[in-house]
């Protein structure tokens, strides 16, 4: 099956220091999708993002399908950004169900 | 407010009782799913269903169960539990019969079996 790998595992950042995570996938995606699970362990959609740039506040994530790679950029960051970042993938030939990457920890520290 | 409601929020049981985690999203939305989170796993999906009377197998299914008799809800059950399927659980939602679409989780159910 499709194999999805974030890096870094972790990040360390003071706050209002900028970030970038990284997603990269092993076969053609039709979506991708970020999540935000907060340290109360709820996940919430950040970007529905299958190609191209999008922009919500202090986030941003880029897909280039065609390289296999997503990025989600972390602007001005702040203590709420705190959690663990995932990426996930839809690839219709594997069946209908997301594959998750394993997860970039973020700890921003005030 | 549209939500995906899941409950328990947390529970505590012994090898073999069986047990129902249930979902309810008010969004009508066509496909649901179920997911368990693991350290080291991430997060696997167990179930899904694209409609009413639809459900199918996902990557990690053994020692489940699911029904979808109504739109809006989607139970977990786990007939004989066993201490493997210790885990944080998610129920997540979307609006068209297919994961090709922005996901809406609740907010997980930790299970501990004993």
């Known amino acids: 099956g499709i194999q999805v790998e974030q890096s870094p595992p972790d990040l360390i950042l003071q706050e209002g220091a900028n970030s970038t995570l990284r997603c990269n996938f092993s076969d053609s995606v039709n979506n991708l999708q970020w999540f935000h699970q907060n340290p109360w362990g709820q996940l919430i959609n950040l970007f529905y993002?299958?190609?191209g740039t999008k922009q919500n506040g202090r986030l941003s994530a880029t897909t280039v399908a065609t390289e296999r790679y997503s990025l989600l950029y972390i602007s001005s960051s702040q203590t709420t950004d705190s959690g663990v970042y995932f990426c996930?993938?839809?690839?219709?030939?594997?069946?209908?169900?997301?594959?998750f990457g394993g997860g970039t920890r973020v700890l921003v520290k005030p | 407010e549209a939500q995906v409601t899941q409950n328990p929020r947390y529970l505590i049981t012994v090898t073999g009782k069986k047990l129902t985690v249930t979902c309810s999203q008010n969004?009508?939305?066509?496909?649901m799913s179920w997911y368990r989170q693991d350290p080291g796993l991430g997060l696997r999906q167990i179930y899904y269903s694209m409609n009413v009377e639809v459900t199918d197998k996902g990557d990690v299914p053994e020692g489940y169960k699911v029904s979808r008799k109504e739109k809006r809800n989607f139970p977990l059950i786990l007939e004989s539990p066993s201490p493997n399927q210790t885990s944080l659980y998610f129920c997540a939602s979307s609006l068209a019969g297919t994961v090709n679409q922005p996901q809406h989780f609740g907010d997980g159910t930790r299970l501990s079996i004993l």
């Open positions: 993002i299958p190609s």
């Open positions: 996930a993938v839809f690839n219709k030939a594997a069946g209908n169900k997301l594959t």
């Open positions: 969004m009508n939305h066509e496909y």
